[in-house]
């Protein structure tokens, strides 16, 4: 994150003098209280300042590794994931491979009559199926997805380092974010390897 002259300099007497009040801090860069709220805000939002009510401004003496890992664990799944591509759990393996390739994806979730998630499918599953003598128009893709209860899924409030982490412990390269229903989940998002590798880039183009 790039400082402005000024959050430096605030950055420079919280230092030198916290824990500061605000008022102390404008009347040090003889500028009104009001003039500095935005600045104070975001110094306090990106973790280099903390604020104590009635006690005043002090300063972390948080490193930029730091800071940087406690913006990664504030993210949530809800900022980062993808729509989902779902297909019927009747559909051929066939259309499924029409389906990921037309769709550019590597995962689709398979759902039933009720539009509920009942499987996944990856591409490896799909290539698997191919391997065989059997006539891909003719096989549903419920035989071959893996399904449920061995699906693993998150929710939109989720935090995005335990989405990555289930990532990482189930070497999947998918979740579905889904939603609990009386009849089963609805898939609402799909979280890829791809999503947690932007949210990274994003943080570091930002610091
Ligand atoms: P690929 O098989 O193409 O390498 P994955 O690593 O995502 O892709 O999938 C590995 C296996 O895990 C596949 O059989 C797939 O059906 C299954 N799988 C993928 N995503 C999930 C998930 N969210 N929950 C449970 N199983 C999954």
Known sequence: MELTHRQEQIIEIVKENGPITGENIA????????????????????GFLDARPRVGYFYTGKTGTELMSDQLKKLKVRDQHSVPVVVNDQVSVYDAITTMFLEDI????????????????????LLRATMGNQELSEVPVHIIMTRIPKITVCYKDDLLVDA???????QIDALPVVIDRQDGQEVIGRLTKTNITKAFVDLVKDE
């Open 27 to 46: 009347d040090q860069l003889s500028l009104t209280r009001a003039t500095l709220r935005p600045d104070l805000a975001i110094l306090t939002m990106a």
């Open 106 to 125: 590597g995962t689709l979730f398979v759902v039933n009559q009720q539009s509920m998630l009942v499987g996944v499918l990856s591409r490896k599953d």
């Open 164 to 170: 990555a982490t289930k990532l990482i412990e189930n």
